[in-house]
């Protein structure tokens, strides 16, 4: 069974009940052009006047062919603001296959063609200032916590004077008088308080990429989600002993399980590389087809004083079809790994997800409170 990460008085769910998408309607639309064939993927003609349906205006809702949010056969997201028209599942899986080929091949030509022009100018580093600032207070806290977590390993020592094992030398005087201790084993010890960690921690966020996390961004998930993810980066990269962890840090979308935001042997040391990953959050929504995966057992495998796998995910299991059950043995496949999975977004607001995984998972109604959550599961790696 996997171990449980006990976080408790969060106070979350009682101190902030409203959510921030009071303003934004997310309702289902069902266009007149719904049996129109489809042509191929296009970008749009872009302008600043709001559109539902059609297949001209980039940015629109509920349309078709053109980039946009809620509508069928685009090759990417784009929102442009106003209440989104969300097309039925039914009809999107209407879709002609070599149409969505088409859409994804597109979305893979852009995406790699932006992440390679990625650079940094002086007002992105301003908005990166601005999701650090955003987290600072719990990035002091959590850089407290990390600097002088305790080792947990137990350590393999010879455990002297036992009344069988391998004769101790050194009580051989001992042994002449009759004593019976004479002995030593080799035996599993708690370490001393102090002493230095042996072996590093081994921990891995992930962090959902998903279709949805940019057409529900209204809500300020994608957005808190990235300025978890500075300071989880800033946090890392201050430590004086950055041996005692290995982390990193991967996206998981419809598209594909494990996305590398951070890999473990390359951790991001320049500011300009720390916003990199954070654009690279910003895009993979905008690009990625309907769906969710993930994976922890690449953790289990590492040599390490403790194994965690942290998730934030907007929880959309429902409408793919992800049982309970499948998320409770997924968290539970390796016993001696944590694992916590912080719950947004839909997931906020469903019932089952912490009956069926008390301690491990977490709901969060307010999107601004996932860097405290985060934090707190962290801390509870010490108890």
Same mark, same amino acid.
């Given at each position: 069974?996997g171990?449980?990460?006990r976080?408790?008085?969060?106070?979350?769910?009682?101190?902030?009940?409203?959510s !921030?998408?009071?303003?934004?309607?997310?309702?289902? *639309?069902?266009?007149?052009?719904?049996?129109?064939?489809?042509g191929?993927?296009?970008?749009?003609?872009?302008?600043?006047?709001?559109?539902?349906?059609?297949?001209r205006?980039?940015?629109?809702?509920?349309?078709?062919e053109?980039?946009g949010?809620?509508? +069928?056969?685009g090759?990417?997201?784009?929102?442009?603001?106003?209440?989104?028209?969300?097309l039925?599942?039914?009809?999107k899986?209407? =879709?002609?296959?070599?149409?969505?080929?088409?859409?994804?091949e597109?979305?893979?030509?852009?995406?790699?063609?932006?992440l390679?022009?990625?650079?940094?100018?002086?007002t992105?580093?301003?908005?990166?200032?601005e999701?650090l600032?955003?987290?600072?207070?719990?990035?002091? !806290?959590?850089?407290?916590?990390?600097?002088?977590?305790?080792?947990?390993?137990e350590? %393999?020592?010879?455990?002297?004077?036992?009344?069988?094992?391998?004769?101790?030398?050194?009580?051989?005087?001992?042994?002449?008088?009759?004593e019976?201790?004479?002995?030593?084993?080799?035996?599993?010890?708690?370490?001393?308080?102090? %002493?230095?960690?042996?072996? $590093?921690?081994?921990?891995?966020?992930?962090?959902?990429? !998903?279709?949805?996390?940019?057409? /529900?961004?209204?809500d300020? +998930?994608?957005?808190?989600s990235?300025?978890?993810?500075v300071?989880?980066?800033?946090? /890392?990269d %201050?430590?004086? %002993?950055?041996? &005692?962890?290995?982390?990193?840090?991967?996206?998981?979308?419809?598209?594909?399980?494990?996305?590398?935001?951070?890999?473990?042997?390359?951790? $991001?040391?320049? =500011?300009?590389? +720390?916003?990199?990953?954070?654009? &690279?959050? @910003?895009?993979?929504?905008q *690009?990625c087809f309907?769906?969710d995966?993930?994976?922890v057992d690449?953790?289990?495998?590492?040599?390490?004083?403790?194994?965690?796998?942290?998730?934030?995910?907007?929880?959309n /299991?429902?409408?793919?079809?992800?049982t309970?059950?499948?998320?409770?043995?997924?968290?539970?496949?390796?016993? &001696? =790994?944590h694992?916590?999975?912080? @719950?947004?977004?839909e997931?906020?607001?469903? $019932?089952?997800?912490?009956?069926?995984?008390?301690?491990?998972?977490?709901?969060?109604?307010?999107?601004?409170?996932?860097?405290?959550?985060?934090? !707190?599961?962290?801390?509870?790696?010490?108890e």
């Open positions: 069974m171990k449980r990460l976080v408790e008085h969060l106070g979350i769910d009682a101190a902030r009940e409203a !921030s998408a009071k303003n934004v309607k997310d309702v289902q *639309y069902t266009p007149n052009s719904l049996k129109e064939p489809l191929d993927p296009k970008e749009g003609e872009h302008d600043d006047k709001p559109h539902v349906g059609g297949n205006y980039a940015g629109g809702v509920g349309g078709r053109t980039v949010l809620g509508g +069928r056969g090759y990417k997201r784009l929102y442009k603001g106003g209440d989104i028209k969300q039925p599942e039914t009809a899986r209407l =879709v002609p296959e070599e149409i969505k080929e088409k859409a994804r597109m979305a893979r030509q852009e995406l790699q063609r932006r390679e022009e990625l650079d940094m100018s002086a992105e580093a301003k908005g990166y200032g999701l600032k955003a987290t600072q207070a719990h990035m002091l !806290s959590l850089f407290d916590l990390l600097e002088h977590l305790a080792a947990k390993e350590e %393999r020592v010879w455990v002297k004077r036992q009344t069988d094992g391998e004769l101790d030398d050194s009580r051989l005087t001992e042994g002449i008088t009759g019976a201790t004479v002995y030593k084993r080799r035996m599993m010890e708690k370490p001393e308080i102090g %002493r230095p960690q042996i072996k $590093p921690k081994r921990i891995r966020f992930i962090f959902d990429l !998903s279709a949805s996390m940019y057409r /529900f961004q209204y300020g +998930r994608l957005q808190r990235l300025e978890a993810a300071m989880l980066m800033e946090t /890392f %201050r430590l004086s %002993r950055k041996d &005692k962890y290995i982390w990193d840090m991967y996206g998981h979308s419809g598209d594909e399980p494990l996305i590398p935001l951070v890999t473990a042997e390359q951790p $991001p040391t320049e =500011v300009k590389e +720390r916003w990199k990953v954070t654009e &690279k959050m @910003c895009m993979i929504p *690009y309907a769906g995966n993930t994976g690449e953790v289990a495998k590492s040599e390490a004083d403790d194994w965690f796998v942290i998730t934030i995910t907007d929880a /299991f429902g409408r793919y079809q992800i309970p059950e499948e998320i409770s043995k997924a968290m539970r496949r390796h016993s &001696k =790994v694992t916590a999975l912080i @719950c947004i977004g997931g906020a607001s469903t $019932p089952w997800i912490t009956k069926n995984l008390p301690g491990m998972a977490f709901q969060v109604k307010d999107t601004i409170d996932i860097p405290l959550v985060l934090r !707190s599961i962290l801390i509870a790696m010490v």
